[in-house]
């Protein structure tokens, strides 16, 4: 019996699930960060343990053999997608970006464009099978507008109001309460990982909910480079539908059309990126399935 296993990897937590031929599932299960740029070591033993926990479920008769597709943050732009195909004991495997299994389970065959938010970010367009991706560069060089970003940008104008160089606000005193003064601030920055980061990010979208100035300022950046991907994504007669993903995908594109954007047209996601993950095994064994 041929089973299918997806498994979808990022910032703050990882997730997998087994199909079997006749498009069975088991249940989700979860596991910790799996960012394979920023902490290879550690997102290869959260991979590791999820791996067999999904095996452990399978019945009696599957195939020793499954195929596997594992969408990673930042396994593609690192190189570590290569590294990971010859370390995982597994010959069906697959290793792809979070942005491509996102494609796949948002958009289906369709074409269309992927706001993929969450601690990391990422944006991705797919015409006539053509996938063209801009930024998930991670923290030190962008992820603009994720969870991470918003979380560092809120910490930056909170330090900026105390040496007087900005605005003060309820999202500063909120962040100030967090911290208790300046010494745990600096600590905190100096050994945060994104995921550490993106904690912070519900604090920005509550005060901007709120009417806060400094945290309407914080989401006003974000959204705007992500309308300037969005509309560099689009051809030139635009159209493209845009599917949020990621815990802030929905939130951030939904901001951003009530700021007027106009021609961009939203779309519920079809699917999850795990069903992205697992539509993408299906293909690479030669199968079709039902789901995105």
């Known amino acids: 019996m041929r089973v299918f296993i997806g498994l979808d990897g990022g910032g703050t937590g990882c997730r997998a699930q087994a199909e079997l031929f006749d498009g069975r599932r088991t249940d989700i299960l979860t596991g910790g960060a799996a960012n394979i740029a920023s902490d290879p070591e550690g997102a290869m033993r959260e991979i590791d343990a999820l791996l067999a926990r999904v095996l452990a479920l399978?019945?009696?008769?599957?195939?020793?053999?499954?195929?596997?597709?594992?969408?990673?943050?930042?396994?593609?732009?690192?190189?570590?997608?290569?590294?990971?195909?010859?370390?995982?004991?597994?010959?069906?495997?697959?290793?792809?970006?979070?942005?491509?299994?996102?494609?796949?389970?948002?958009?289906?065959?369709?074409?269309?464009?992927?706001l993929a938010v969450g601690t990391g970010s990422v944006m991705a367009s797919r015409i006539e099978g053509y996938m063209r991706r801009l930024g998930g560069y991670g923290l030190a060089l962008g992820d603009e507008g994720s969870g991470a970003w918003l979380g560092r940008a809120a910490l930056r104008a909170s330090l900026q109001a105390r040496d007087g160089l900005g605005p003060d606000g309820p999202l500063v005193q909120a962040v100030w309460q967090h911290f208790g003064g300046l010494e745990d601030m600096i600590g905190f920055a100096a050994r945060a990982r994104p995921a550490e980061y993106a904690i912070l990010a519900p604090l920005v979208l509550d005060h901007d909910r709120a009417h806060c100035p400094v945290a309407g300022r914080i989401l006003d950046q974000g959204c705007a480079y992500f309308l300037r991907a969005i509309r560099a994504l689009q051809p030139d007669k635009g159209g493209?539908?845009?599917?949020?993903?990621?815990?802030?995908?929905?939130?951030?594109?939904?901001?951003?059309?009530?700021?007027?954007?106009?021609?961009?047209?939203?779309?519920?996601?079809k699917g999850s990126a795990l069903d992205g993950a697992l539509s993408l095994a299906r293909h690479c064994a030669g199968q079709s399935g039902g789901r995105p």
């Open 58 to 114: 399978l019945p009696k008769g599957a195939t020793p053999e499954p195929v596997i597709v594992m969408g990673l943050a930042g396994a593609v732009e690192t190189g570590a997608a290569t590294c990971l195909r010859t370390t995982v004991p597994h010959a069906g495997l697959m290793v792809c970006g979070d942005i491509e299994i996102a494609l796949q389970g948002a958009l289906g065959a369709d074409d269309g464009i992927v």
């Open 240 to 269: 493209l539908p845009v599917a949020p993903m990621g815990s802030l995908g929905a939130p951030l594109l939904h901001r951003i059309q009530a700021q007027g954007a106009t021609g961009l047209r939203a779309v519920a996601p």
